[in-house]
């Protein structure tokens, strides 16, 4: 199935909903991704700032997805629910390390498939990159779906905190 999606930038009021994404989906992000930790939430407006200071400074581009309910929600005239999120960090020479994760409630609906495509364009374009680096672990054969379709090709074994991975590329 085809997802249509939207990034938008990371900004200051994305705050609420990106704050009521990661409680709403904590438990589930955690069974394959390190839990953020009781400080990440009691302390969410101050590591907002530093991302969004962080992200001024050309180090990091972080990006909220939003699913394609227009129309008349309360979120907006622009509509859309926050529904992932996709990141780069350590952006430097050319290259960056990609990241992502998509709510629950929105799962295995092609949307990690096409805010990757989405995001690589933009790398591409915009932030002016000319080649991508991701990590996953061996026990997420989603992820490593969601990289292969994206032209990301095997770059070598590692390990992802504690457990074993593989690092992937992408030339732009
Ligand atoms: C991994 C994640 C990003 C995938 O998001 P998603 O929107 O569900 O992904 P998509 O729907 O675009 O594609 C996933 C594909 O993997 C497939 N897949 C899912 N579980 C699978 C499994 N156990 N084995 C093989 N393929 C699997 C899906 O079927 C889908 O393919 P399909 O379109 O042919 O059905 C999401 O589950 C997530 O955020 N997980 C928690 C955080 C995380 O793991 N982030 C990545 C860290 S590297």
Avoid: K, W
Avoid at 12 to 20: E, G, Q
Avoid at 52 to 57: D, H, N, P, V
Avoid at 129 to 145: G, H, Q, Y
Wanted: hydrophobic share 40%.
């Amino acid at each position: 199935m085809v997802s249509m999606v939207r990034l938008e930038r990371l900004r200051a009021d994305h705050a609420p909903a990106l704050l009521a994404f990661e409680r709403e989906n904590r438990a589930y992000f955690a069974r394959t991704v390190p839990d953020r930790g009781d400080a990440y939430f009691a302390g969410f407006a101050a590591y907002h700032a530093a991302r969004l200071a962080e992200q001024e400074t050309g180090g990091i581009h972080f990006h909220v997805v939003l699913d394609d309910d227009g129309g008349d929600g309360d979120s907006g005239s622009e509509g859309g629910r926050l529904i992932g999120r996709v990141n780069l960090v350590d952006v430097e020479r050319g290259t960056a390390e990609l990241g992502y994760r998509i709510a629950e409630r929105a799962a295995g609906r092609g949307v990690a498939t096409a805010a990757v495509a989405a995001l690589c364009r933009l790398a591409a374009t915009t932030y002016g990159l000319t080649s991508l680096t991701a990590r996953t672990t061996l026990d997420n054969p989603a992820s490593r779906t969601v990289l292969e379709r994206n032209g990301f090709v095997f770059a070598e074994h590692t390990t992802v905190g504690d457990r074993p991975g593989v690092r992937y590329e992408r030339e732009l």
